[in-house]
């Protein structure tokens, strides 16, 4: 099949901070570089690539700086990248890593700083939110303009125009200025506006995050629908349910560069999970945290709510009380959280948030012997919410930890993921999967559920 987005050995050079040296200063500091780069053959040595550094923290690493003038990092470098007609490709990573760089780059908003692309047919983009309006125009004189701008006639955006005022679902606000839009409206335009008109390869960036979820049902709908057109499809998402379901191939970077690049096959997609892009999926959550099964803040930086109610400590533990990160589908999980009071003010609730690694939420939980309990006593309060087994599958999960002082207020203390783990399996006969020798199928939760089997009676011989 023929390629329709080439790039070969692609690179962008940012600098670090403000620039406020002369245009001279900047021409004099591009040309020692240059003659640095042309000098590097002549030496008799030459120094190796360092090894990436392990502290996922820091926002560069050494690559990132090598070979970069001072005070530049490379935020892509030596983008290798052919996807064919038809592809629709997933590109993942954490914040940082270079994919809105790369979209950047094809969608011709910036340009490289070495080496080419190319691509074949009409390139339409979604990237940040006001990219392409004009906020005097209405929606539906935005609708024109952009389709103009693509090269597309008057009468062939015309066409189109229903379809996309009908998905966008803005109605009469269609003729309103796009300014006076919320952010949501205005995603709804720009992917309406981006998925109808006709172009050869659409390009999502996350954008579409800013949607509410029936919307991004629907967004989903249509980028499939895209493909099964014959058209290209670039997706950039956190999103890794969505990239199973829409893509048939995952390009993981990290640190401006591809470190991954996984087909998904059809089978795969059919199910939760596949397993190449289950993989993908934990290297790349996992590059950018660690399991954390305890945190304990001192005094002076704990998250504090009124100056009267501080978190002091969350861990997770075991039915014996020892912190740990990695627990068997068969054990039970216990979160404890500390906290203190300094008033009687706030009918402090404690809320528990489990979710999976790409941020979906399979449960919430609250201590509901609170409610209506009144205002919480000036003191140290410990509390424990068990998360019974059996009801996890394997995989890695993440806990958001919440003190919420009721509903008349807005503001709350909330730490979001801030303790993470892992669930194993391990084949036992008195366990949760019993002799079944087998993996067990991509899903989230496994309760042991009680069935109830009727047989038929053995049928009596017809036989004298």
């Not at 600098?15 to 900047?26: D, H, L, W, Y």
């Not at 990248?81 to 979209?103: A, F, M, W, Y």
């Not at 003729?175 to 981006?194: E, I, N």
């Not at 954390?292 to 100056?307: G, H, K, L, R, S």
Request: hydrophobic residues 40%.
């Amino acid at each position: 099949m023929s390629w329709a987005i080439r790039c070969e050995e692609l690179s962008k050079l940012y600098k670090i901070g403000k620039s406020n040296v002369t245009a001279a200063e900047m021409v004099n500091e591009q040309i020692r570089w240059m003659l640095g780069r042309l000098a590097r053959p002549l030496r008799k040595t030459q120094s190796a690539l360092p090894t990436p550094t392990t502290n996922h923290h820091t926002i560069l690493d050494e690559l990132q700086t090598q070979d970069a003038p001072d005070n530049h990092f490379w935020s892509l470098r030596d983008i290798n990248l052919e996807v064919e007609q038809g592809d629709r490709v997933g590109i993942i990573g954490p914040n940082g890593c270079g994919k809105s760089t790369l979209l950047k780059i094809l969608s011709r908003i910036t340009s490289p700083s070495s080496g080419l692309f190319r691509f074949k047919g009409r390139l339409v983009s979604l990237l940040e939110i006001g990219t392409g309006f004009h906020g005097d125009l209405s929606g539906r004189e935005n609708i024109f303009l952009n389709g103009s701008i693509m090269g597309m006639k008057p009468k062939e955006i015309s066409r189109r125009l229903e379809e996309i005022i009908e998905f966008s679902e803005l109605g009469e606000l269609i003729d309103t200025p796009v300014k006076r839009y919320s952010s949501g409206m205005y995603v709804r335009l720009a992917f309406s506006v981006a998925a109808h008109l006709e172009s050869e390869i659409l390009i999502v960036d996350e954008v579409l995050a800013v949607g509410d979820a029936a919307f991004q049902r629907r967004c989903a709908d249509k980028m499939l629908q895209v493909a099964d057109e014959g058209r290209t499809l670039l997706f950039v998402s956190h999103d890794m349910d969505a990239v199973n379901r829409i893509c048939n191939r995952a390009v993981h970077m990290s640190h401006g560069r591809i470190i991954e690049d996984s087909r998904i096959t059809q089978p795969q997609q059919t199910a939760v999970h596949s397993a190449s892009v289950s993989d993908i999926t934990r290297s790349y959550i996992r590059s950018g945290i660690r399991l954390q099964q305890e945190i304990v803040w001192p005094a002076n930086d704990a998250p504090v709510f009124d100056d009267c109610v501080t978190l002091n400590a969350v861990r997770l533990v075991d039915e014996q009380g020892t912190v740990r990160n990695e627990f068997d589908v068969k054990e039970d999980i216990i979160v404890e959280v500390v906290f203190s009071v300094k008033e009687e003010k706030w009918p402090i609730n404690v809320h528990i948030h489990l979710k999976d690694l790409a941020g979906h939420y399979l449960l919430v939980s609250m201590d509901n012997s609170r409610i209506d309990c009144g205002k919480r006593r000036p003191g140290r309060y410990v509390e424990r919410c068990r998360i019974a087994a059996p009801l996890l599958n394997a995989g890695d999960f993440k806990i958001d930890v919440e003190l919420w002082p009721g509903a008349e207020v807005d503001h709350r203390i909330l730490q979001p993921s801030i303790l993470s783990f892992t669930v194993s399996d391990d084949s036992h006969p008195s366990g949760v999967r019993g002799n079944w020798p087998n993996a067990w199928p991509g899903c989230l939760l496994r309760p042991e559920l009680q069935w109830d089997v009727q047989t038929p009676a053995p049928q009596r011989s017809s036989l004298p």
